[in-house]
């Protein structure tokens, strides 16, 4: 973790194990719960694994500073129904960041960084809130319940739990419109490849050759490993990589996808008229602060120093191509080939 103490208000470490607690309790108690719908359901599961997650995170940091709490000092967390169960989580929740705000911590510190996380935590506790408000308990309710993703499509024909088919359908669909060849669950080096596509004609772009994944999930959450499994499969075939969802992604996630200009779509970037560029920008937390933040290009680093100096070695993300300005152009190293040769030919 850090070798440096947090300085946190007393009795922090034991009120953050409290709501830990009421949390686990709670989530325990609606798995048992017959009369959730399945969104409330699958929005119960995702929202208490956004906040326990980070929260047993920070135990971990604060049990490396002071040492490892006693089970001794837990209370018995017990309610009659779930509001009254929100209430105490959100009232504990409320207690800690009130202790934190009346330190002020420095902004920089790990203190400020535990008092943010847990502001995104009472977010996800607010729409598990509302999630779990009476309301209309109906199938036929479902589509206006889902999130943006999945509302309007939420039960068509076709569409299973676990089964990527109908989301890569739509964006070889998409892709077909957008100009492109495209064939879905294709195979590299005993790995599947849910769509690959080549644009015809070809405008001399990295986006000439994607290699895309679709995660058509309901309660799993894109992590940094479908990312970096992405991109490893997509520079091995000097392709473009694009990632279409509809589910959450964590915040490493996206800024791994936007870091390696990786193309992220969900269902409403599918009727798009083109190929949608990458996130490569982000808005700044300060106000006169910070430097300008341009791309993310300027993070991507270069060559190891041992083979900086090489011949051949130049580096870039997708072979053939150099990064040009601070925004998602490239240019092909070489000019002098084939039209429908591709630039990384060769090297």
Same mark, same amino acid.
């Given at each position: 973790?850090?070798?440096e103490?947090?300085?946190?208000?007393?009795?922090?470490?034991?009120?953050?194990?409290?709501?830990?607690?009421?949390? /686990?309790?709670?989530?325990?108690?609606?798995?048992? /719960?017959?009369?959730?719908?399945?969104?409330?359901n699958?929005?119960?599961r995702?929202?208490?694994?956004?906040?326990?997650?980070p929260?047993?995170?920070?135990?971990?940091?604060?049990?490396?500073?002071e040492?490892?709490?006693?089970?001794?000092?837990?209370?018995?967390v017990?309610?009659?129904?779930?509001?009254?169960?929100?209430?105490?989580?959100?009232?504990?929740?409320?207690?800690?960041?009130?202790?934190?705000?009346?330190?002020?911590?420095?902004?920089?510190?790990?203190?400020?960084?535990?008092?943010?996380?847990?502001?995104?935590?009472?977010?996800?506790?607010?729409?598990?809130?509302?999630?779990?408000?009476e309301?209309?308990?109906?199938?036929?309710?479902?589509?206006?319940?889902?999130?943006?993703?999945?509302? &309007?499509?939420?039960?068509?024909?076709?569409?299973?739990?676990g089964?990527?088919?109908w989301?890569?359908?739509?964006?070889h669909?998409?892709?077909?419109?957008?100009?492109?060849?495209?064939?879905?669950?294709?195979?590299?080096?005993?790995?599947?490849?849910?769509?690959?596509?080549?644009?015809?004609?070809?405008?001399?772009?990295?986006?000439?050759?994607?290699?895309?994944?679709?995660k058509?999930w309901?309660?799993?959450?894109?992590?940094?490993?479908t990312?970096?499994?992405?991109?490893?499969? &997509?520079?091995?075939?000097?392709?473009?990589?694009?990632?279409?969802?509809?589910?959450?992604?964590?915040s490493n996630?996206?800024?791994?996808?936007?870091?390696?200009?990786?193309r992220?779509?969900?269902?409403?970037?599918? /009727?798009?008229?083109a190929?949608?560029?990458?996130?490569?920008?982000?808005?700044?937390?300060?106000?006169?602060?910070?430097?300008?933040?341009?791309?993310?290009?300027d993070?991507?680093?270069?060559?190891?120093?041992?083979?900086?100096? /090489?011949p051949?070695?130049?580096?870039?993300?997708?072979?053939?191509?150099?990064?040009?300005?601070?925004?998602?152009?490239?240019?092909?190293?070489?000019?002098?080939?084939?039209?429908?040769?591709?630039?990384?030919?060769?090297?």
């Open positions: 973790m850090t070798d103490t947090l300085s946190v208000p007393p009795g922090f470490a034991r009120e953050l194990t409290q709501l830990i607690d009421a949390i /686990e309790t709670f989530r325990v108690a609606l798995t048992e /719960e017959e009369t959730l719908t399945t969104v409330e699958v929005t119960v995702r929202r208490l694994f956004l906040a326990l997650y929260l047993k995170t920070i135990r971990r940091q604060l049990a490396d500073s040492g490892v709490l006693s089970h001794a000092d837990r209370d018995v017990t309610w009659d129904d779930s509001d009254e169960a929100l209430y105490h989580i959100q009232l504990r929740l409320g207690r800690l960041l009130e202790d934190l705000s009346i330190e002020g911590y420095d902004r920089s510190s790990q203190e400020y960084s535990i008092e943010q996380t847990l502001e995104i935590i009472r977010d996800h506790i607010v729409i598990l809130q509302d999630a779990l408000s309301g209309p308990t109906d199938d036929s309710t479902l589509p206006e319940q889902l999130s943006s993703h999945r509302s &309007a499509y939420a039960d068509v024909a076709g569409r299973g739990i089964d990527g088919r989301l890569e359908y739509q964006l669909r998409a892709l077909k419109r957008w100009g492109y060849q495209a064939e879905t669950r294709q195979r590299l080096f005993g790995l599947e490849v849910d769509v690959v596509a080549v644009r015809k004609p070809k405008q001399q772009q990295p986006t000439d050759w994607i290699v895309a994944q679709c058509d309901t309660s799993d959450t894109i992590t940094p490993s990312i970096f499994r992405l991109c490893t499969i &997509a520079f091995a075939c000097r392709a473009m990589p694009v990632l279409c969802h509809t589910t959450e992604i964590t996630a996206k800024e791994l996808a936007r870091r390696f200009e990786v992220v779509l969900d269902l409403t970037d599918l /009727e798009r008229a190929l949608p560029g990458p996130q490569v920008y982000k808005p700044t937390a300060e106000l006169h602060t910070w430097p300008p933040h341009y791309g993310a290009r993070d991507r680093g270069t060559l190891p120093v041992m083979f900086y100096g /090489e051949g070695k130049r580096f870039s993300y997708v072979p053939g191509f150099r990064p040009v300005g601070m925004e998602s152009d490239y240019k092909p190293i070489d000019d002098d080939r084939d039209d429908d040769t591709h630039p990384a030919a060769g090297h």
